[in-house]
């Protein structure tokens, strides 16, 4: 079973930038892919960005794209959303996610576990 913690989040201005983290285990980290998600109030969840295994492909939402920046780091098992350019429209809780499957590329419709989430909020 695979377990996925969040850190990260908080309060920040517009324009503002802020690092997510997403700490992996029960699984070998370096065999899957991995992703973000995030889901606003009353929306629902959206994907936001994943990354391959080998960490040669990555997927992002258009509104985000050329703002954040997906990574991985495979000897701590762990992957980071950096988010730069916030918006008061990327307010949302925003979940870690893994597929259910080794060795994909990290499209949006492999994703079948996802983290509690860190809220980031940002203020105009």
């Known amino acids: 079973q695979v377990q996925l913690v969040e850190s990260g989040g908080g309060l920040v201005e517009a324009g503002g930038s802020l690092r997510l983290s997403c700490a992996v285990s029960g699984r070998t980290f370096s065999r899957f892919a991995m992703g973000w998600f995030r889901q606003a109030p009353g929306k629902e969840r959206e994907f936001v960005a994943s990354i391959s295994w080998r960490g040669t492909h990555r997927y992002y939402h258009d509104s985000v794209k050329g703002r954040f920046t997906i990574s991985r780091d495979n000897a701590n098992g762990t992957v980071y959303l950096q988010m730069n350019g916030l918006k008061p429209e990327d307010t949302a809780v925003y979940s870690c996610?893994?597929?259910?499957?080794?060795?994909?590329?990290?499209?949006?419709?492999?994703?079948?576990?996802w983290g509690q989430g860190t809220q980031v909020t940002v203020s105009s």
């Open positions: 996610a893994a597929p259910r499957q080794p060795y994909t590329l990290g499209y949006a419709r492999e994703f079948g576990d």
